[in-house]
C-alpha cells in the first residue's frame, strides 16, 4: 500500500496570503497519478487537481498543482475566504487508492 | 450534470450487515467505474472499493475480507454490503464516480451510518 504523509497538519493563514500544501508518498507515483480534494464541513470533497497539474472544471487558476515522484505540492497563491477548508491528496497509481491525512488550512 | 445519491437504513446493529446503494443520474453508467468511500467523525478519507461496469471489483486490503459491491445498469444503481460491522464502522458512506481513470470526480452528498445497538 502506497502511503501518503500530508504536511503541516495545519496552515494557518491569512486572506491573500500563499499556502503551500505538501503531500509525501511512501514510493513513487507512476504516471504522476495523484489528485487533491478540497473538503468544507459538512459537505462531500471536491476535486481540485488531477494528473498532479490538471485543474478541473470549474476550479480557479489561483489553486496549481506540481510535483512528480514522491514529492507533490498544492498551492494556493493568494487565499480567498471560501479557500479555507480541509485539503487531501490521493493517488491511483496502483490499485489500491489511497488518500492522505489531510490538510486544514484556517484562518489565522 | 453528473449526480449520484445514497441512500440506505439510518442505523445499523453491531454483527449486522450495512447495505447502502448509490442512484447516479445525468451519466451512463456502462463505461465507467463507482466507488464508496468512507469517513469517521473527525477522520480522513478511506478508499473502500470499487466496481466497474462489467461487474469486477476492486477492494482495500483493509476491508475485503467484509465487502461485496454489485453493479445494476438498468436501474442506474449500485451498491455496498459490509459485514459483522462494528462501531469501528460508524462513518459517513460517501459513493463517487471515476468517468476518468482513478481518480474521484463527482461524489454524492454522503450518508450517516452509525453502528449502534
Known amino acids: 500500500e502506497i502511503v501518503l504523509t500530508q504536511s503541516p497538519g495545519t496552515l494557518s493563514l491569512s486572506p491573500g496570503e500563499r499556502a503551500t500544501l505538501s503531500c509525501r508518498a511512501s514510493?513513487?507515483?507512476?504516471?504522476?497519478?495523484l489528485a487533491w480534494y478540497q473538503q468544507k464541513p459538512g459537505q462531500a470533497p471536491r476535486l481540485l487537481i488531477y494528473g498532479t497539474s490538471t485543474r478541473a472544471a470549474g476550479i480557479p487558476d489561483r489553486i496549481s498543482g506540481s510535483g512528480s515522484g514522491t514529492d507533490f505540492t498544492l498551492t494556493i497563491s493568494r487565499l480567498e475566504p471560501e479557500d479555507f477548508a480541509v485539503y487531501y491528496c490521493q493517488q491511483y497509481s496502483d490499485s489500491h487508492w489511497t488518500f492522505g491525512q489531510g490538510t486544514k488550512v484556517e484562518i489565522k | 450534470q453528473v449526480q449520484l445519491k445514497e441512500s440506505g437504513p439510518g442505523l445499523v446493529k453491531p454483527s449486522e450487515t450495512l447495505s447502502l446503494t448509490c442512484t447516479v443520474s445525468g451519466v451512463p453508467m456502462d463505461f465507467y467505474s463507482w466507488s464508496w468511500v468512507r469517513q469517521s467523525a473527525g477522520k480522513g478519507l478511506e478508499w473502500i472499493g470499487r466496481?466497474?461496469?462489467?461487474?469486477?471489483?476492486n477492494y482495500n486490503p483493509s476491508l475485503e475480507s467484509r465487502v461485496t459491491m454489485s453493479v445494476d445498469t438498468s436501474k442506474n444503481q449500485f451498491s455496498l454490503r459490509m459485514r459483522s460491522v462494528t462501531a469501528a464502522d460508524t462513518a459517513v458512506y460517501y459513493c463517487?464516480?471515476?468517468?476518468?481513470?482513478?481518480?474521484?470526480?463527482?461524489w454524492g452528498q454522503g450518508i450517516l451510518v452509525p453502528v449502534s445497538s
Open positions: 466496481v466497474y461496469a462489467s461487474g469486477s471489483t
Open positions: 514510493q513513487g507515483l507512476s504516471s504522476s497519478y
Open positions: 463517487a464516480s471515476h468517468l476518468s481513470v482513478g481518480f474521484f470526480d463527482y
